[in-house]
């Protein structure tokens, strides 16, 4: 199957900083990534929506000037958590959308917050 | 959707036992369905899926899952289970993919742990 690759796969960072992930697709061009946040001993809960070369599609709730999202080309999307606070600190998965609606997911980012 | 549930939190059974993992959806509109795993430390992995034509569908590695829209479920079955299929399985729904935009809400996860 595809590969999704994502880095880092765990970040420590101070409260008040940034934070970038990234997320690739390794052998395949993906028009739609997705990003999602996964809490302990819970299910995914999707962020947004990245379409390659446009904005992205953020669900209700989602901050987007906190979680911004670069989908500059087929094969890579960015999630930045800017001005990081502690409640930030998650699972970070990413995912792209294959040709028949299935997804790849990444391996995931562990983020904290210090 | 509007909402995926998974009805257990943890399955625990013995190896060689048969399982079965429950999930029910509700829509309004034509969805696709998945089951995806999740390993010990790994990424979500695509098990099986529903898009159309049969109702039921299989995976490589002997799981079936069967699509009943009458009452909206699409549970996981596999009829003799191996400590390896310890994991988190995760059932999704998807709608769209036209102009509005493309969707997926998961489930909860179920929790399927495999005794020797």
């Known amino acids: 199957g595809a590969v999704v690759s994502q880095h880092p796969s765990r970040v420590i960072c101070k409260s008040g900083t940034s934070v970038k992930i990234e997320c690739r697709s390794l052998d395949f061009q993906a028009t739609t990534m997705f990003w999602y946040r996964q809490f302990p001993k819970q299910s995914l809960m999707l962020m947004a929506t990245?379409?390659?070369?446009?904005?992205?599609?953020?669900e209700q709730g989602v901050e987007k000037d906190k979680f911004l999202i670069n989908h500059a080309s087929l094969t890579l999307s960015t999630l930045t958590v800017t001005s990081a606070h502690p409640e930030d600190s998650s699972f970070y998965i990413c995912s792209a959308l294959g040709q028949t609606y299935e997804q790849y997911f990444g391996p995931g980012t562990r983020l904290t917050v210090t | 959707a509007q909402s995926v549930t998974q009805l257990d939190s943890q399955v625990p059974v013995f190896e060689e036992a048969p399982v079965e993992l429950r999930c029910n959806y509700s829509s309004s509109v034509s969805v696709y369905l998945f089951w995806y795993v999740q390993y010990p430390n790994q990424g979500l992995q695509l098990l099986l899926k529903y898009l159309s034509g049969s109702t039921l569908v299989k995976s490589i590695n002997g799981f079936e899952a069967e699509f009943n829209k009458s009452q909206t479920s699409f549970h996981l079955r596999k009829p003799s289970v191996h400590i390896s299929d310890t994991a988190e399985y995760f059932c999704?729904?998807?709608?769209?993919?036209?102009?509005?935009?493309?969707?997926?809400?998961f489930g909860a996860g179920t929790r399927l742990f495999v005794k020797a």
């Open positions: 999704a729904v998807s709608e769209g993919g036209g102009t509005g935009g493309f969707k997926t809400i």
């Open positions: 990245s379409n390659e070369g446009s904005k992205a599609t953020y």
